[in-house]
């Protein structure tokens, strides 16, 4: 094991240390308190079965809970692959299109730049208002987040591309869509596997805002409904496996991209 899991190990191991102290603090303050930062031991015997009343109002018992927990995380978990997936490949589109094209640059990178600094969880309600509290209403807010990372990275890493490999791709001969295809889009794929990883962690907070507002179901439902009735347990169970989440797909994307961008020095 190497040392940078160790340290992992040790840091996941003193956050639970300390929440566990913080716990024990708290629960001498008196009852109220105590629900605020309730104990591991509340959590996993109390919290952690009592999700099992999302399921039909099902009294408190860990198979039920636990399919709660899957089939909600399978549902956030589709809504995210869904717009990474439609945000990317229009993100990368757009910022080839703008990035190879000085006119249509000139015209719409301005715009780009605007949309990028509107902070997203400002237009939930915007796209609620449009769409409601309906699926697509979600997922294409998140496409809407996700197209403007890919965007703006793709046409930041046309404009970095190596000048002298595209004027040496001339002199050989290359057209315009040789230089594109053989040239610059090699080069601009770590640039995308990059605006991946990126847009992975972002998609998780986005579709947790949209789920939060509008949703019927998905982790953010169970957070909103768990923070209603002042369940800290059930919020911090959601939280560990939205952090879980997170680093099983960064691994996986890591792990693609290491793959695809190896024959670079």
């Given at each position: 094991?190497g ?147 890919y ?31 053989n ?45 209603q ?12 496996v939205f ?10 994307v ?12």
């Amino acid at each position: 094991m190497g040392t940078k899991h160790v340290k992992k190990i040790l840091a996941a191991a003193g956050l639970i240390t300390f929440w566990q102290i913080a716990a024990l603090i708290a629960r001498s303050g008196g009852e109220y308190t105590a629900v605020l930062v309730p104990t591991w031991g509340k959590v996993l015997t109390e919290s952690l079965p009592g999700f099992a009343a999302f399921k039909g109002g099902a009294l408190p018992n860990y198979g039920d809970a636990l399919y709660v927990l899957l089939s909600n995380s399978l549902i956030t978990v589709k809504r995210v692959l869904i717009g990474l997936a439609a945000g990317g490949m229009a993100g990368v589109a757009t910022g080839i299109i703008i990035g190879l094209q000085p006119v249509l640059r000139g015209m719409l990178y301005p715009i780009v730049k605007i949309l990028r600094n509107i902070p997203l969880l400002a237009l939930i309600a915007l796209f609620l208002v449009w769409f409601g509290g309906e699926e697509r209403g979600i997922i294409i807010y998140i496409a809407f987040g996700l197209w403007i990372i890919y965007t703006t990275n793709i046409i930041e890493a046309i404009d970095n591309a190596d000048r002298i490999r595209i004027n040496f791709a001339r002199t050989l001969g290359a057209t315009n869509m040789d230089v594109y295809t053989n040239v610059i889009l090699p080069m601009i794929v770590p640039s995308i596997m990059n605006a991946t990883k990126v847009a992975l962690g972002v998609a998780w907070a986005i579709a947790l805002g949209g789920e939060f507002l509008a949703a019927q179901d998905g982790l953010g439902r169970l957070l909103i409904v768990s923070q209603q009735y002042m369940e800290t347990g059930r919020m911090l169970i959601i939280l560990i496996v939205f952090i879980v989440l997170t680093a099983v797909f960064s691994w996986m994307v890591k792990t693609a991209g290491n793959r695809i961008t190896r024959w670079m020095p």
